[in-house]
């Protein structure tokens, strides 16, 4: 954004005025809006004709606008001769007197800029909603349909009415490329394009106007040279800007051209100045004269861009090699962690394994040795109840049991014992690693299950002897 010292000497440039302190309160008045501020200083001056006095026959010397730090530079033309009747640019005292009334018309230009800005986008909803519906019929597909819907700058327009009146009076086959921007816009392009801005201010009035567009700057040499080497931009001085133009690069005699460069801080280099009847021959020859002189600067701006656009570029290229070194280095550092996450949850899946199967081990130690115990109680308890083995005699049964593996033990019992006595006998050796067996005779074959074992040794036909095979049962 421009300061204020920017614009204090831009506006001192533009409208001549040298009392910082009468611009200051002018800027002030106009909320420091430069367009407007200088609106107020050149709208009294528009209207009537400017300054057009007879035209000579030769270039005039190049001069330095008042925000310009370049050396002027001398052209090999003759100096201007004085006018006598040429019209100056109004006083301070003038512009003293008028500044409230320029202050006022200055708001009431924006309240009746924002009334009418209100008005066309009103008008174009509403065009464009009779359009959809078929209403608008002033508007056919090849009627006068191409009205801007964008709205543009007061100097674009200026500049855009200033070129279609040169090509309608002089052709546009040959001729300057004039561009339909505003004088500031110009040069900024130029600046980008690292060219020189070649400037045609234009005086329809003047007698030597026609002969000069039609001859030389309509020259087929003249204007392609210009479209190759210069921005071009041109302005009437009955427009705004161009009058304003016309103000700062204190032109005196038309026509008139100058080429200008852009310098810093917004401020205007004025290299050379032509005025007055010129072949085009003679301004052929200074403006290669300007251009030669002038191609160190240029090629030196366009050196240092180019600098500035490398540097950049490979700050750029620096940066991004950063960040995928960076990204890379994230990404690594990403998939450690993940990997050691996985890692340390792989660790602690077998640890907790372990542990269950630790758990299990000694759970099923611990119920193996309950149930030995378990076992042994039984047994000791089933041998308590046993009793003490009889002594042979004619109610004593002799029992001899066979077990699987081969072994073989024998007792005596009463024969009144019940089966189940047996059975207790059996399991209290501690002979068997089945739990669920039979004991079973052969010759013939008797099974004593469960509905036997209340039944007496000598009710179920083993008294006096017996002989039994202890079989498990699947």
């Not at 890379?328 to 372990?354: G, I, N, T």
């Not at 081990?361 to 149930?371: I, T």
Request: hydrophobic share 40%.
């Amino acid at each position: 954004m421009v300061d204020v010292a920017d614009k204090l000497s831009y506006f001192q440039a533009i409208t001549g005025l040298e009392d910082p302190d009468l611009c200051t309160e002018i800027l002030a008045a106009h909320g420091w809006d430069l367009e407007l501020a200088i609106s107020s200083i050149t709208s009294s001056h528009a209207d009537p004709t400017p300054p057009d006095p007879t035209a000579g026959t030769s270039s005039t010397p190049g001069t330095v606008s008042a925000t310009s730090g370049v050396q002027p530079r001398e052209a090999p033309s003759q100096r201007p001769e004085p006018v006598p009747n040429a019209v100056g640019p109004p006083g301070l005292a003038w512009k003293l007197v008028t500044l409230p009334i320029s202050i006022i018309s200055g708001s009431l230009g924006l309240v009746s800029g924002a009334i009418g800005l209100g008005l066309w986008v009103a008008g174009g909803v509403l065009s464009y909603s009779l359009g959809v519906i078929g209403l608008n019929s002033g508007s056919g597909r090849d009627g006068d349909s191409s009205a801007r819907l964008v709205p543009v700058s007061a100097a674009a327009a200026e500049a855009m009415e200033f070129v279609a009146v040169f090509e309608r009076d002089f052709g546009r086959r040959t001729r300057p490329n004039f561009v339909s921007e505003g004088f500031m816009d110009a040069l900024q392009r130029s600046r980008n394009e690292f060219k020189l801005l070649f400037v045609y201010l234009h005086s329809p009035d003047h007698l030597d106007t026609p002969l000069f567009c039609e001859r030389t700057l309509c020259s087929e040499v003249l204007a392609a040279f210009v479209n190759e080497n210069f921005v071009a931009w041109g302005g009437s001085i009955r427009a705004s800007e161009g009058f304003k133009m016309s103000n700062s690069l204190k032109a005196s005699r038309f026509p008139f051209c100058a080429v200008v460069m852009a310098a810093t801080n917004q401020r205007i280099a004025l290299l050379q100045q032509v005025e007055g009847r010129t072949s085009p021959e003679e301004l052929l020859t200074i403006l290669q004269r300007v251009l030669e002189e002038s191609a160190p600067v240029l090629v030196s701006a366009r050196f240092e861009a180019e600098e500035r656009r490398n540097t950049m570029r490979l700050r750029e290229e620096q940066d991004a090699a950063y960040r995928a070194a960076l990204e890379a280095d994230q990404a690594r550092e990403r998939q450690r962690k993940e990997e050691q996450e996985r890692l340390e949850r792989e660790a602690a899946e077998a640890e907790r394994k372990h542990k269950e199967e630790e758990e299990a081990r000694e759970r099923a130690a611990r119920e193996a040795v309950e149930k030995e115990a378990a076992l042994a109680r039984m047994r000791q308890e089933k041998a308590l109840s046993l009793g003490a083995e009889p002594e042979k005699g004619p109610n004593v049964t002799q029992v001899l049991v066979r077990f699987p593996q081969g072994e073989r033990k024998e007792r005596r019992f009463h024969s009144t014992a019940t089966i189940q006595t047996v059975y207790d006998y059996v399991d209290s050796l501690g002979c068997l690693d089945v739990e669920s067996y039979s004991l079973v005779s052969n010759f013939p074959r008797v099974v004593y299950g469960p509905e036997k074992l209340s039944l007496s040794l000598k009710e179920v036909g083993l008294h006096p002897q017996a002989s039994l095979f202890v079989e498990p049962n699947s």
